[in-house]
């Protein structure tokens, strides 16, 4: 697994980012894989996660109902679509995978991480 993310970039309180994790092996199918983000001077923390099907997701309290994460297993693409952002939601977001049947919400749960993608968003 090999990740890498991209689609970050700078936009306005409301608007909307959609962010791509892509995987260059083989084994994208086969994981758990989620978004983590980290802004300046705080700890890496949870976004959301999907199950390797796509079946199942699960969102931290702060972007429910306006982030939706989905992946495309036939591209070994995994995406984070952000709405009405905030702009504590400025952040480098990082994309995951966790080779596990069980999703996870902390970084040590993860196996593989991408390099990064930064979002600022301007009040």
């Known amino acids: 697994v090999q990740l890498q993310a991209c689609g970050g970039g700078l936009v306005q309180a409301g608007g909307s980012l959609r962010l791509s994790c892509a995987d260059s092996?083989?084994?994208?199918?086969?994981?758990?894989t989620g978004w983590f983000r980290q802004a300046p001077g705080k700890e890496r923390e949870f976004v959301a996660t999907?199950?390797?099907?796509?079946?199942?997701?699960y969102y931290a309290d702060s972007v429910k109902g306006r982030f939706t994460i989905s992946r495309d297993n036939a591209k070994n693409t995994m995406y984070l679509l952000m709405n009405s952002l905030k702009p504590e939601d400025t952040a480098i977001y990082y994309c995951?995978?966790?080779?596990?049947?069980?999703?996870?919400?902390?970084?040590?749960?993860?196996?593989?991480w991408g390099q990064g993608t930064l979002v600022t968003v301007s009040s």
């Open positions: 995951a995978a966790r080779g596990s049947m069980y999703y996870g919400v902390r970084p040590s749960q993860y196996d593989y």
């Open positions: 092996g083989r084994a994208f199918g086969s994981y758990y």
């Open positions: 999907i199950s390797w099907s796509g079946g199942a997701t």
